[in-house]
Structures are given as C-alpha cells and as structure tokens.
C-alpha cells in the first residue's frame, strides 16, 4: 500500500481530469466549426449581394476598389474557370483557387478565398491575417486540467498520508502494543474509520487485561483449595476418614463453582444479546432460591424479562455471599417503583470498609485488612453485575442504618 494508494488516487484523477479536458476540447471545436461555417455562409451570401452577377463590371470594379482601399486589401474576382473578372489592388495568382482557406500564404500576404453561391470566387489578401489566428480549445483545458492536477497533488497526498498513518498504528496494535490509538481528529470517512479502530482497540484492551487479571487472580485462588486437597488426599491414604472425605468432597466442589464461575465470566463477557428471554415472575425466582438457603423473602410479585438461568444466578450469588461474608439475619425483598423492579439482599455483617463499595464487584475482591487465607470474595459479585448489564439493570452496594450490608438491583419494569 505504500506509495501505490497515491499514485492509483492521483493518476485516477490525472486521468479523469484529461478525459473531461479532451471531450470538452471536442465538443468546443465542433461548436466552433457549426459557429464558423454559419458565419462564413452569411458572410458569402452578404459578398454574392454587393457583387451580383449580373452587375455592370465597372461597378463591381468600383466596389472591389472602394473595400481594398478601406481594408487595406488585394481582392480578385474569378469567375467559375478561373478567369478574372475584376481586381483591385495587387493581382493574386489564380493558384489560390486550389487551396481555399484562412491563412493561405501567397505573394508575401495572407491570402483568404471566398466561395460565392453563383460560382465566382473572391480571393483576398493583405499583409496581416483576417481576424486573430485561430486558438485551440485542447491547449487551454489542458492548461485548466494541469492546474487542476497539481492543486489536487496535496490534497490527495495529505489523504493517503492519513491512511498510511493508520495502517500503522493498526500494524503497530496488530504487533502486540495494544495502547496503540491512532489520530482521530475530523470529521470524514478517514475520521470516522480511525474512531471505530480507536474504540474497537479499547475495547479488545479491555477485555484481554480483564482476562489476564481473571486468570492470575484464578490461578491464586485455586492454589488455596488445590493445596488442601493435596493434603486431605494424603491424610486419607494414610488413615481413611470421614472427616477427611467430608474435606476431600468440599475442596472439590470449591474447585468445581470456581471453575464454573470462570466460564460463566468468560461467556458473558463475549455475550451480545441474551439467549433465551422470558417473562419472569422476580418474587417467586427469589422465594425459590431463598427457601433452598433457608432465607426469608418478602415483597409483592413484579414481572421482569429476563434469562431464567441467569437471573437464578444472580439471585443465588447476592444470597450466598450475604450468607459467608455477612451475618444473620439475611433477608431478601422484591418491590416495584415507577421506574423500576427492585431486588434487595441484606445481611448485619461487618460491611464492607468505606470507600471500597464500588471495589466489591471486581473479581476476586478481597477487603482490606484481610489475610490471605481467609479469601476473597470470588466472582459472585462481579457475575452479578455483568449479568445485570447484560439485563438492563444497575446494581449497587448500601450500608443500612444498624450496620451490615444491602445490595440492591434495579431491572426496568416489563412494558
């Protein structure tokens, strides 16, 4: 592409530019011939009448005498053969009757022959052309069409010059720099193509960091539950149990959700649009999941649309981790606003430090202050809100009066 986009643009142009100057060129030359050989037709028409054929040959000399005298001319009379019928001036040569036309050089002078309906012919001459020296149209459109090409040379340059520099940065982010953004600056089509890269690129940068964090953070977290099962496995090799069964099967299930969360992170995170919609009844989905946990539900019934498989993670996620990272009670509500369907889960833990509400759904949050063995809190919470963006919905974290911790998810009301 280096080079080559400029000279197709520019020689496109070059040669759009001399097509339109040689039709232009074609179509004023044969205007100029109707224009001229209309006027040549009434210029003999006007010879023929004061020179009639039928005049007295003392006035037509007298005629031919007095327009050689005003026009400083030669002029000769032939009749059909060839012969003169009158002159005035100097004679000129009956051989310029062979060549009639403009210009025609004879006896030191521009000599022009006229055609006269009747036969005769009038040769004229005199030192000067009759009339400016015919100009061609060709020359002046190639002239237009020249400057017109160089003036478009630095506009063309400075566009293909914008492509190229995006060409580079899309190789350079192509190449691994993904910080890489390209000038944006404008408002046309190059505009708006580097605009899509820039955004397009942010948002691939985005997600490749996300699932770079996912994974470290997912390969610490599974060390934890990894090295007990180690250990469990060992013991019971040793001294068989059921104890350590019982610890062997819960490490297990503990690398099994973690497992599963991260593909449920992943798949959401390329999802576009929900795979299997439906009108849901939000307080009974929530009295379900509350009556497994064994978790109080109050509220009215209110009707959302949603994917049934995600909202039940949704509702599961808010409750179980009220339930490991608070206090009893834990209670859960559904109302209905104007505006809204609103869940709340609510627990009387420790809450979470001030300042870090916004930090709890990040994956693998952990509170400050907490050691390392006791764990952090997973992907439950940034599940829940992926799947409430995925749905419409906002959710957000409120401390309630009395301490502890209240989560709360607004999906829009089903029209």
């Given at each position: 592409m280096r080079g080559s986009l400029f000279l197709k643009m520019y020689l496109t142009l070059l040669t759009s530019l001399a097509v339109v100057a040689l039709?232009?060129?074609?179509?004023?030359?044969?205007?100029?011939?109707?224009?001229?050989?209309?006027?040549?037709?009434?210029?003999?028409?006007?010879?023929?009448?004061i020179l009639p054929a039928d005049g007295r040959p003392a006035e037509i000399a007298a005629t031919l005498t007095r327009l050689s005298e005003t026009f400083d001319t030669d002029l000769t009379l032939f009749d059909r053969d060839g012969l003169v019928l009158a002159r005035?001036?100097?004679?000129?040569?009956?051989?310029?009757?062979?060549?009639?036309?403009?210009?025609?050089?004879?006896?030191?002078?521009?000599?022009?022959?006229?055609?006269?309906?009747?036969?005769?012919?009038?040769?004229?001459?005199?030192?000067?052309?009759?009339g400016p020296p015919g100009r061609n149209p060709i020359a002046y459109l190639a002239l237009i069409a020249g400057v017109i090409g160089l003036a478009a040379y630095p506009v063309v340059r400075q566009l293909t010059r914008r492509l190229e520099r995006l060409r580079r940065g899309v190789d350079a982010w192509g190449e691994g720099a993904l910080v890489t953004r390209v000038d944006d600056r404008?408002?046309?089509?190059?505009?708006?193509?580097?605009?899509?890269?820039?955004?397009?690129?942010?948002?691939?940068?985005?997600?490749?960091?996300?699932?770079?964090?996912?994974?470290?953070?997912?390969?610490?977290?599974?060390?934890?539950?990894?090295?007990?099962?180690?250990?469990?496995?060992?013991?019971?090799?040793?001294?068989?149990?059921?104890?350590?069964?019982?610890?062997?099967?819960?490490?297990?299930?503990?690398?099994?959700?973690?497992?599963?969360?991260?593909?449920?992170?992943?798949?959401l995170d390329h999802l576009e649009r929900l795979d299997n919609p439906q009108t849901l009844d939000l307080l009974a989905l929530v009295t379900e999941e509350g009556a497994r946990l064994k978790i109080p539900v109050s509220g009215m019934p209110a009707q959302i649309t949603g994917d049934p498989r995600l909202i039940t993670r949704l509702v599961r996620n808010l409750m179980q981790n009220a339930l490991r990272h608070g206090a009893e009670p834990v209670r859960a509500n559904v109302a209905l606003t104007p505006d809204f369907v609103r869940l709340s889960v609510e627990d009387r833990g420790k809450g979470v430090p001030e300042g870090e509400s916004e930090r709890v759904f990040e994956p693998f949050y952990r509170p400050a202050g907490r050691s390392e063995t006791a764990g952090g809190w997973g992907l439950g919470l940034s599940l829940v809100r992926q799947i409430a963006h995925h749905h419409g919905a906002s959710v957000r974290l409120e401390t309630p009066q009395g301490g502890g911790a209240r989560f709360v998810v607004d999906f829009p009301r089903r029209a």
């Open positions: 039709v232009g060129a074609v179509v004023v030359r044969i205007g100029l011939d109707e224009r001229d050989t209309g006027w040549r037709a009434q210029r003999d028409l006007f010879v023929a009448a005035a001036g100097a004679p000129i040569d009956a051989a310029v009757l062979g060549r009639p036309g403009r210009h025609a050089r004879n006896g030191g002078g521009h000599v022009f022959v006229m055609r006269l309906p009747d036969g005769r012919a009038l040769a004229a001459r005199r030192e000067r052309p009759f404008g408002r046309d089509e190059v505009a708006a193509v580097a605009k899509s890269f820039n955004r397009a690129a942010a948002q691939i940068e985005h997600l490749i960091t996300a699932h770079r964090s996912l994974l470290a953070n997912a390969s610490h977290e599974l060390r934890s539950p990894l090295a007990r099962l180690r250990m469990a496995i060992d013991l019971y090799e040793r001294a068989p149990a059921e104890a350590t069964k019982r610890e062997i099967v819960r490490n297990l299930a503990e690398i099994d959700e973690l497992v599963d969360e991260i593909l449920l992170a992943s798949r």
